[in-house]
């Protein structure tokens, strides 16, 4: 099994940090990840046992292992296997990093989310 990222394609500010991290990752060669668009396939959220709105207001990404990470975690996830990007997600993994990334991570997903239902974007 591949890793599988769940992402808000609705999202602009989300559909363009996707964008801009799977060209990163492919034009790194890595290729065994499927980019699932819970906007497009809302079901898809049933493999990973989570609800929509959950996955709409943050990023969430299943390793091949099975193991699921969501929000900060999920893009450290990603940043752990993309060249050029590792020392970030080295760094966003230090205890009190880790702790304020979080907090600002869901701080803005927040805020984002509700301006993406004020306009209507789903």
């Known amino acids: 099994m591949s890793s599988k990222v769940y992402y808000n394609s609705a999202c602009p500010v989300c559909n363009a940090g996707i964008k801009d991290q799977r060209k990163r990752m492919e034009a790194s060669g890595i290729k065994d990840i ?22 709409r207001e943050r990023l969430h990404v299943r390793s091949a292992d099975g193991q699921l990470s969501v929000g900060a975690d999920a893009f450290a996830r990603l940043w752990s296997q993309t060249p050029g990007q590792r020392w970030l997600a080295a760094l966003l993994r230090l205890p009190v990093f880790r702790q304020l990334t979080q907090l600002a991570y869901n701080l803005f997903a927040r805020l984002l989310y509700r301006w993406n239902l004020a306009k209507r974007h789903w």
Do not use: F, K, M, R
């Open 34 to 55: 499927e980019w699932v668009d819970v906007h497009a396939h809302p079901e898809a959220v049933d493999e990973i046992g989570t609800p929509l709105e959950q996955v």
